[in-house]
């Protein structure tokens, strides 16, 4: 069964600065999704990444993805009070049964404070 | 419209009651997903239609159950909730080929059972 664990839960920084959300997932996957919720609102697809080493980059976030170490991470840059918003990250297992039901991870809830 | 649309977003019904939440994807998908999203669980698949497959979770009551008459049309139809049952219920859908696409999502229902 796949497992998926993002830490931290929260995370208050101030605005201007840097910080990285982890996403760890228990077995082979093949594919790695972050998702934005607004409160009251639905999901946000931002990155889909596909391959050991992806790479992907929008505005103030970068996400990549080591397969070989089963881990993702969200990084952001400089950030402002509009990045506040929960982050999910999501695995697909590898194909084979279930291989289209995607796993979340808890979310981390993220606060930009001035 | 565009994307994946649920109706109602909100709804308030008692425990004897029966309601559907509906959803309807313009999206040409072949893969439609419940999702539950309450305040302490992480996001819970709930069912799976893939290619005219149903697939479901297990852990979920026989109160709740899904329809889908064709690719773009899912419905929940729910029965004697309880309260614990009040949640966000997403609806999503994904292309289902060689790959599988990131899901999107829909609005949300915010069910509350009193």
């Known amino acids: 069964e796949l497992k998926v664990e993002q830490n931290p839960l929260f995370l208050s920084m101030q605005e201007g600065k840097n910080y990285t959300i982890y996403c760890n997932y228990s077995t082979t996957s093949d594919r790695l999704y972050w998702y934005r919720q607004d409160p009251g609102k639905s999901l946000e697809s931002l990155f889909v990444?596909?391959?050991?080493?992806a790479v992907k980059q929008e505005g103030r976030l970068m996400a990549s993805l080591d397969t070989k170490a089963r881990l993702s991470t969200l990084h952001i840059t400089a950030a402002v009070h509009d990045l506040s918003a929960t982050y999910f990250c999501a695995a697909l297992p590898s194909a084979g049964a279930g291989s289209y039901q995607l796993t979340f991870g808890k979310g981390t809830k993220l606060s930009v404070i001035p | 419209e565009t994307g994946v649309t649920q109706t109602p977003r909100h709804l308030v019904m008692g425990m004897t009651n029966k309601k559907s939440l509906k959803c309807e994807q313009h999206l040409g998908h072949n893969a439609m997903y419940w999702y539950k999203q309450s305040a302490k669980k992480p996001l819970e698949l709930m069912f799976v239609y893939s290619l005219e497959e149903r697939v479901e979770n297990n852990s979920v009551p026989s109160r709740f159950s899904p329809e889908c008459p064709n690719s773009s049309h899912l419905f929940l139809h729910l029965h004697t909730l309880q309260p614990e049952d009040s949640a966000l219920y997403l609806c999503?859908?994904?292309?289902?080929?060689?790959?599988?696409?990131?899901?999107?999502f829909g609005q949300g229902t915010r069910l509350t059972v009193v």
């Open positions: 999503a859908s994904s292309q289902v080929s060689m790959g599988v696409t990131e899901a999107f």
């Open positions: 990444l596909l391959s050991n080493g």
